[in-house]
Every structure is written in C-alpha cells, then in structure tokens.
C-alpha cells in the first residue's frame, strides 16, 4: 500500500490537513484508531471563537458549525480566587460551544478524497512508511509506504515519540507542561446565559482553573490541575461549594483528559529515515497555554501543514517526491512559529507567571488593577499590552504584596515581548539551536526571577 502522505488521527487538526489536501492531486490516506461514527468524541470544554472559522472559511471554504453548535457566547467572567473581583471580558465575536462529536462527523462530511481509514493505529515506522494495526480485519502489523507522515495523534504524539531525529524534535515534553482535566456536562440551567466563566482557584485547581461553561439547558463543568493533582478530587470539594442544585444536576457525560500548556514543540518538522514528519494540533503543543483552547489552533495548523505539502509538490513535481528534505518541510516551521508560535510561547510564560503567583497575589493584583479586563482579552489573544496602570500603582503600592506582584508582572511582560522578538525570527535550519537555546534562556531568566 502507498500514499503520499498519511496522516495520523481525524480530530480537528488531521480533519483539516485532509481537507486542505482534499484537492490536490496527491494520494493522502486519514487513519484514526476509532471507528468511524466515533471521531470527534473527546472530554473537551467545546469553546470555540467563531474567528477560526472565518480564516478556515476564506481558506478553503470550510463550512461554519451548525446543528452542533449548543450555545453561543458573548463573554467571558474571570474569577479572583477569593471571588471578590471579575473581569467581564467581552468576546470580538460571538463564541460558540459546540457538540464536538457532532463536529468532529461534520468535518469528515467534507472530506471527499481523501481515503479514511478509521479502526487504524499507528504503531511503529519502518524503513519505507509506517505500521499500522487494523481492528476490521484483526491485521497487525500492516505497512503503509509513504513520503510525508503528519502526527495529528493529540496528546499522546504517537508519532512525534518514534521520530529519531538527532535532537531537532523533542520526544517528551515536561511534567509541568500540561494540566490533567476532570469534566462532567450535566443538565443545568446556567445563572448566566452565553456567559463563560473561568475561577482561578489553588483550592480547588492547582495550577489550572475551573471552568463552566453554558450549552443551552446543560452546562459543560470542569477542572484542570497540575500533575500529578487528581482532578476528580478537586471537582468533588468544588461541587460541595458549588450546592445542592448543582450536585442535583443530572450528568449526562463525564470524563478525564489531558491538555499540552506550553510553547510548541522548537520544531514542528523532522526527517525520520528519509520520510518528511509534520506535527498538528496537541501532538505539536499548538494549545493556548492560559485556557488551553486548542480546537481552532489544531484547525489552522492542519491548514497550514496541508499547504506546506502542497508546495512542496508543486515544486518538485509528484515524481520529485523521493527527494523531500527538512528544508522543503522548514516552510510550515517559518510560517507557522513566526504567526502563531511567538504568541504561544509568550502565553506559556505569562502561564508560568500565574502558577507562582498564590491565591493572595492573585486576589490583590486583580483588585488593584494590576491588570486590566481589556489586557486580560490582549494577553488570551497573544497581543502585546502596555502597562502604564501597573507602573503607576508601582509608585504608589503601599502594600508589599501588590508592589511584588507588580515586578513580576513587569518583568514577565517583558520576557514575553524578547520571546515573541526571538519567534519573529524563527531561524533557518542551520541556526536552529542557537535558536532553541535562546528561547531556553529566556524561560530561565523568567523561572530564576518568579
Ligand atoms: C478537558 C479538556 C477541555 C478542553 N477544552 C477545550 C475548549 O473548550 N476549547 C478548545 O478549543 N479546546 C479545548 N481543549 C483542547 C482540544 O480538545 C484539543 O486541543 C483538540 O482536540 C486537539 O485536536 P487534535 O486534532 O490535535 O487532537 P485530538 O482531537 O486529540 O484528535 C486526535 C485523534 O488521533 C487519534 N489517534 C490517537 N492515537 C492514534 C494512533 N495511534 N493511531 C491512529 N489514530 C490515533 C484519536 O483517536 C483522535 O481521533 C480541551 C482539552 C481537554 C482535555
């Protein structure tokens, strides 16, 4: 069996490099260990902003989300630990919530050339392609050859973990580097309709927060917490807290997961005996690290690895193919770290910022206006913020606690502007680990100062 490129998982990010490969005239083959009719089922919060279907839409006319969509959302409450202070940020567009099962049916809808395998695992390389285990038939180790394997595997970066590489493309990622979730949708009419709310809270999530979010008359409720925290115990002191009503709420759907909260992966590209290695989506830490949304970063970067390959053959021609090498595949590492990438990393740190703050610091900075509602929707959307409130309260903190939290806070500010600098000149191969040690620098610096 042969396929120019195969790509492995059918979430939102393998669904739309298929889809952005959909029309070229390439032989692409989508294998998700699931069967079929159950791609698209994940624990997930099902929050999503309606701006990555707008690009995905121009792009390559993806179609918007409909009968899934469960709710809409018009802003986001953050709650101080101590609940004393909100932020209302309001959302530049409506958000939606969706049924990602639903979804993730209505993405493969579009795909129409590309070959699904589903029941398929990826297991293993060899010397030509990849081995596969296939559930239909009971048929282990099955080949597949091919030029191009994009990992859109999620979490576990089934793929990433086999890649042999010298060193460009990390294998493990920290113990620190993603939060272990809990999370139930339970029949409940929600106190405040199209209203997400987020709680930072080291009681009851530590390292993570808690979320609520409203699908219509049921409501999408969970917990996300540093390893190795146990989620579910943190969910049940909060659903005490929570009452009565709540714990009444009949649950329709509960589940663990876990979610990458760090920068991407320093390369997103690798060869791995001669085959070309593309990661999407959580297999390559393209999550916003703070709320940890990664359905519609997952989408943009399987767009952006599907129109890497598409170049790659346009240039050498589909007999060309034998020939691909980290310099053709670099193209999706510049494209993608110089756009999106520096805004991660920068949120990664701002990440690290907020789990060496305690519950004090949290609840004084917020109350003070260290931080602003409109910073809060810059800092999630990766925009740089400018902290004039911060610096005039600086000059006249007469609490220790606030002036503390105010440098630190300046400080992180400015280690995420460097590293957006540093991403905005994503270098080229050859330059790649200095490159990679700059970055390093940069988090010590921020780590030794917290
Ligand atoms: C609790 C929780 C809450 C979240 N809330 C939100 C939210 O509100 N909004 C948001 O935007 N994001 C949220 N996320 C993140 C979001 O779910 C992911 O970022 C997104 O699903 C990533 O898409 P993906 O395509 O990379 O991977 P996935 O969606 O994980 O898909 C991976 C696919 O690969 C397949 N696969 C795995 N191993 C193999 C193998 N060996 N062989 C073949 N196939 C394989 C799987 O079956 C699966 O279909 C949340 C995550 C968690 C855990």
């Known amino acids: 069996m042969y396929y120019d490129v195969v790509i492995v998982g059918a979430g939102p990010g393998g669904a739309i490099a298929a889809k952005t490969l959909d029309d070229s005239n390439l032989s692409v083959c989508l294998i998700d260990a699931k069967p079929k009719e159950k791609i698209g089922e994940k624990i997930c919060g099902d929050a999503i902003g309606k701006e990555f279907f707008d690009f995905l839409y121009e792009k390559i006319n993806l179609e918007y989300p409909d009968e899934e969509v469960k709710d809409r959302i018009k802003g986001i409450k953050v709650f101080s630990p101590d609940r004393k202070t909100v932020f209302d940020v309001k959302t530049m567009n409506w958000g939606y919530m969706l049924d990602r099962p639903k979804f993730g049916q209505r993405l493969l809808r579009q795909i129409k050339n590309v070959c699904l395998m589903d029941n398929t695992k990826f297991t293993d390389f060899y010397e030509k392609g990849i081995i596969v285990e296939r559930k239909e038939n009971g048929v ?51 106190e405040y309709p199209h209203h997400c709310h987020i709680y930072l809270s080291s009681k009851f999530s530590p390292g993570g927060y808690v979320w609520e979010f409203p699908e219509g008359d049921e409501l999408n409720v969970g917990i996300g917490v540093l390893h190795p925290a146990q989620p579910k115990k943190y969910y049940e002191a909060y659903g005490k807290f929570r009452g009565e009503k709540f714990l009444n709420g009949e649950i329709i759907n509960a589940g663990g997961g876990i979610s990458p909260t760090r920068r991407p992966i320093d390369s997103l590209v690798a060869m791995h005996n001669g085959i070309g290695i593309i990661l999407v989506g959580d297999a390559a830490c393209q999550v916003n690290p703070i709320h940890g949304g990664g359905i519609g970063q997952s989408m943009r970067a399987g767009y952006f690895a599907g129109m890497t390959i598409k170049k790659i053959y346009e240039r050498n021609g589909k007999d060309g193919t034998g020939k691909i090498s980290i310099d053709d595949l670099w193209e999706y590492n510049s494209d993608y770290m110089k756009n999106y990438g520096g805004t991660i990393a920068s949120l990664d740190l701002f990440r690290i910022f907020l789990q060496n703050l305690s519950d004090d610091e949290i609840n004084s900075g917020m109350s003070a206006g260290l931080i602003q509602e409109g910073d809060l929707l810059k800092i999630s959307e990766g925009e740089e913020i400018n902290l004039s409130a911060t610096e005039k309260i600086m000059r006249i903190a007469r609490s220790i606690v606030i002036l503390s939290t105010a440098k630190k806070l300046v400080y992180t500010v400015q280690k995420m502007k460097e590293v957006k600098e540093l991403y905005r000149n994503y270098p080229s191969p050859g330059k790649f680990l200095t490159w990679k040690e700059n970055v390093g620098r940069v988090y010590k610096d921020l780590r030794r100062h917290l």
Do not use: H, P, Q, W
């Open 140 to 190: 282990k180790n099955e080949k597949i050859e091919c030029k191009i394997v994009i990992d859109a595997s999620g979490f576990n970066a089934v793929v990433r973990k086999k890649v042999n590489d010298d060193g460009l493309m990390e294998k493990e990622t920290g113990k620190d580097e993603f939060v272990v979730c809990y999370r139930e949708i339970k029949k409940y009419n929600f």
